[in-house]
C-alpha cells in the first residue's frame, strides 16, 4: 500500500509555494511599476523638450516685441518683470498705441516760431494771416515750416532723469495726441539702464514684417499652469481730427476669440483668471499632463538697436528662455508619489537682425 502525503506536508508546502509566490510577484510589480514610471518620465521629458523646440521655433522666426514690453511698463505701469508686483484687471489689454514707443526717438518740433511749445505730432504750415494751422489744410499758404518736422534722432527725445528703454522711462514720455495728452507720468524704476538684459514673465513678440503680435506666458488652469499663445494682428493708424497718429492698435487674430466691450481686444487677464476660460483668447500649446510650475525669459538689449542708433549697440536682440516643468495632478497615471516629476529647461536664442 502506498503512503501519501499527511495534511501537515500539504499544508508546509502550500506555504512555501505561496510565500515564492509573493516574492516572485511583488518583485514582478515593483519591477513593472519602475519600468512604468521611467517610461512616463521619459515621455514627459519627450514633451517638454518638444514644447521647448515649439517655443524656440516661434522665437526664432519674430523679433523682441518693444513696443508692447513700452505699453506695459511705461503706460500701463504694470511690467511683468520678475518679482514686480503688478495687478492685471480684467479690463488690462494687449496691443494697444503700437508706435508709441517709436515715437520716443523722434524730435517733434515745435508748433511756433520761437520754439516754446512742442508740436507732439504733424507738421504745421502758415496761412495768410500769419496763423499757424495743421498742415495740410486748405487754408496753407506755405509749406510744412521745417521747425514743425518730426525727425528721428536716435536718442530717447523726452528729458528726463533715470533709465531710458522699452522696460523702465523713469519721468515723463511723449504721446504723440495732438495737445492735451502729451506728456504722461511714465513706469517706476524697476530696470537699471547699465544692465544688459531684463527678466520678465510674459514674451511679447513682433513679426519681422510688424503686423502680428505673439504673446507667450503661463496660463493658470485650475491647480496647474499651461503654457500659452495669443496672436494679435495690426489695425489702422489712429486718427485724431481726420489727421493720422503714429500709433495703431492690434486685434486678435481670427484664430482667437477675443473680446473687451464690443471690441475685438486682446486682454491680459485672460492669462490670470483660471479656468474659467482656458480656450477663449490665449490657447495653450503644452501637453495637459505637464505643469509649468515656472517660466521666465531674459531679453536683450534692453532697447531696439534700430530705433536707439545714437547708443551704438553691438549686442544682437537675445532671448533666454528658462522652463520648470512638473507632472499635472490632471495626470491620470499615479507614478509620481515616490519620484515626483521635476524638469528644467533653459535655451538661449540668438535673432537675427
Request: hydrophobic content about 35%; charged content about 20%.
Amino acid at each position: 500500500m502506498k503512503k501519501g502525503f499527511t495534511l501537515v506536508e500539504i499544508l508546509v508546502v502550500m506555504s512555501i509555494f505561496s510565500l515564492v509566490s509573493m516574492v516572485a510577484l511583488n518583485a514582478f510589480f515593483s519591477t513593472y511599476k519602475v519600468q512604468m514610471q521611467s517610461s512616463s518620465t521619459n515621455a514627459l521629458i519627450s514633451e517638454s523638450r518638444v514644447l521647448m523646440d515649439k517655443v524656440v521655433r516661434i522665437v526664432e522666426a519674430n523679433k523682441i516685441d518693444y513696443e508692447e514690453y513700452f505699453y506695459q511698463c511705461n503706460v500701463q505701469k504694470k511690467c511683468p518683470l520678475i518679482n514686480y508686483e503688478n495687478t492685471v484687471d480684467p479690463n488690462d489689454q494687449l496691443g494697444q498705441k503700437d508706435g508709441l514707443y517709436t515715437w520716443q526717438f523722434f524730435d517733434p518740433g515745435f508748433r511756433d516760431a520761437n520754439l516754446n511749445i512742442p508740436d507732439s505730432f504733424g507738421l504745421v504750415c502758415q496761412e495768410n494771416t500769419g496763423e499757424l494751422i495743421d498742415y495740410p489744410n486748405e487754408n496753407c499758404v506755405s509749406g510744412p515750416l521745417r521747425f514743425s518736422e518730426d525727425i528721428h534722432i536716435g536718442s530717447f527725445y523726452a528729458d528726463a532723469p533715470g533709465n531710458k528703454n522699452a522696460f523702465s522711462l523713469v519721468g515723463s514720455y511723449n504721446d504723440n495726441n495732438v495737445e492735451g495728452e502729451r506728456n504722461l507720468l511714465a513706469g517706476k524704476n524697476y530696470v537699471n539702464s547699465d544692465l544688459e538684459s531684463v527678466i520678465v514673465s510674459e514674451l511679447y513678440l513682433k513679426s519681422m514684417d510688424g503686423n502680428k503680435k505673439i504673446i507667450i506666458g503661463r496660463e493658470l488652469n485650475g491647480e496647474n499652469s499651461m503654457l500659452s499663445i495669443l496672436e494679435l494682428i495690426a489695425g489702422a493708424y489712429e486718427e485724431d481730427n481726420g489727421v493720422k497718429k503714429n500709433s495703431k492698435n492690434f486685434t486678435c487674430a481670427p484664430k482667437y476669440e477675443c473680446g473687451l466691450g464690443n471690441a475685438d481686444i486682446g486682454v491680459r487677464h485672460d492669462f490670470y483668471d483660471g479656468q474659467e476660460s482656458l480656450f477663449d483668447q490665449a490657447k495653450p500649446i503644452s501637453p495637459f499632463r505637464l505643469n509649468i510650475e515656472s517660466l521666465w525669459f531674459q531679453l536683450s538689449p534692453l532697447n531696439d538697436r534700430e530705433q536707439n542708433f545714437v547708443a551704438n549697440i553691438k549686442t544682437p536682440q537675445t532671448v533666454t528662455i528658462s522652463m520648470v516643468l512638473t507632472a499635472s495632478n490632471q495626470n491620470n497615471l499615479n507614478l509620481f508619489t515616490i519620484s515626483p516629476f521635476r524638469y528644467i529647461l533653459n535655451k538661449t536664442i540668438v535673432l537675427k537682425d
